[in-house]
């Protein structure tokens, strides 16, 4: 599918956005995991979440469907010996990684195509150093096959070279089926839903700076318990990123966005947003599943450019395309350095963000770790193609938005994988004239 974006006049208009994607996928793994049920509203819809309740179902997890989200119940017995396919989600393939390592069941773990591009080394290695059973392909990547160890798994402490929830998380989660505590050390924090949630759900999670602990086994061999909880997930800030961008940089435009979760260790688009002088305002702040939420509100302002890097990275690494987007229309230049991580994601979103903000007629740079744009540019719309990467494909639609002309973009069904009301949206903000959707050969 292609979508074909009009410059608009505005961007205006008031979202409530899908609940979080990285809680959501933690909600549902974590509820396999719990005594009881869990009970979890406000499920976002897209492709990745539902990858990760395929396969707790697989495994023998039950889910019902409950008025505005569901009902998890853990298996009555696991099931092993089954590929799971993890589609286009790292968060399902290296978390799931942790669990299965730790109980030990016998599972392979494969994706698509892009996925399957993806390191798995990073998470493999250390679950080897627990005692887990656990093999790459000779390049590092999946299929990821899992077997039970052939001794028990020891806790361990493990410093990590790069900040990443989801190889931490993949290690705490192994960790609490070994013996004795097991610790990981982050060079910068990353995004610390699970541990947030698995201290609400009753494991006593401790934190020295970065450094993050579990325990292991109690001394009569049990794991500890996790105790189901009812969540209400706020809104998606990485989602929010694409909205508070847009309504930033157009000119005449007003956006508020409801009910986001504003955890400090996901909010370096904030700080970002505001260096450059973004006019968004926090408002009607609260708590929710744990974790902190706010209304968010922005309008356009004028803005400038910035320096990326260091320990706010970590913060903001999957909304790095999208602060591209909105350094075309700053002053000045707008660096991000230390982001190398970026290459490893759904694509190679250095040189893809590079590539298509180019074809729009942004003057940006490509830089090993990162890129450089020099604003404000004058963006003109052009034929550009998200590569099969939802971040990228709202990313390029935004930039089609402040671009003159129609932008033609290729691949716009990728959105779907964390927003499938994305364009819809788009639509209902910046008028129904602004997205056209065709097919690809149309």
Request: aromatic share 2%.
């Amino acid at each position: 599918m292609r979508a074909v974006v009009r410059g608009a006049r505005g961007v205006n208009g008031e979202l409530s956005l899908p609940g979080d994607k990285s809680l959501a996928h933690r909600a549902l793994l974590f509820g396999a995991l719990a005594d009881g049920e869990m009970r979890v509203r406000g499920l976002p819809p897209g492709g990745d979440v539902a990858s990760t309740r395929s396969c707790l179902e697989t495994l023998g997890a039950r889910f019902e469907d409950i008025p505005g989200g569901v009902r998890v119940l853990p298996p009555e017995s696991w099931r092993t010996g089954e590929t799971l396919d993890c589609g286009n989600s790292g968060t399902t393939t290296r978390l799931l990684a942790g669990v299965l390592a730790g109980l030990g069941l016998a599972t392979t773990l494969d994706g698509d195509a892009s996925l399957r591009r993806r390191p798995m080394r990073r998470v493999a290695d250390p679950l080897r150093l627990l005692g887990a059973s656990v093999t790459t392909r000779e390049d590092g990547c999946l299929p990821l096959i899992i077997a039970p160890p052939r001794d028990r798994l020891d806790g361990i402490r493990v410093e990590l070279a790069v900040a990443s929830a989801q190889v931490k998380s993949a290690i705490l989660l192994a960790g609490l089926f070994a013996t004795g505590p097991t610790t990981v050390v982050e060079p910068a924090l990353s995004r610390d839903h699970t541990e947030r949630m698995l201290a609400a759900m009753g494991v006593d999670v401790q934190r020295d700076g970065l450094a993050v602990t579990v325990p292991g086994r109690r001394d009569d061999g049990a794991a500890p318990r996790l105790h189901g909880l009812t969540l209400d997930l706020p809104g998606d800030i990485s989602t929010a990123a694409f909205y508070l961008a847009a309504g930033a940089m157009r000119p005449g435009s007003s956006v508020i966005l409801r009910g986001v979760g504003i955890n400090p260790s996901r909010t370096g688009i904030l700080d970002a947003l505001h260096g450059m002088g973004a006019a968004v305002k926090l408002a009607n702040e609260r708590t929710a599943a744990g974790e902190p939420v706010a209304d968010l509100a922005t309008e356009s302002s004028p803005m400038r450019g910035i320096s990326i890097g260091g320990d706010l990275v970590p913060r903001l690494i999957d909304e790095l395309p999208i602060l591209a987007v909105a350094a075309t229309a700053a002053d000045g230049a707008t660096e991000v350095r230390d982001a190398a991580e970026l290459r490893h994601k759904e694509s190679d979103r250095i040189a893809t963000t590079v590539t298509q903000l180019a074809r729009l007629g942004a003057d940006i740079h490509e830089r090993p770790d990162g890129f450089t744009i020099h604003g404000p540019c004058r963006l003109r719309g052009a034929e550009v193609d998200a590569g099969g990467d939802h971040r990228l494909a709202m990313a390029l639609a935004v930039a089609a938005l402040s671009a003159e002309g129609e932008t033609v973009i290729s691949g716009a069904e990728a959105a779907s994988v964390s927003h499938p009301d994305f364009w819809s949206d788009v639509a209902r903000l910046a008028g129904p004239d602004a997205v056209r959707l065709e097919e690809e050969n149309a």
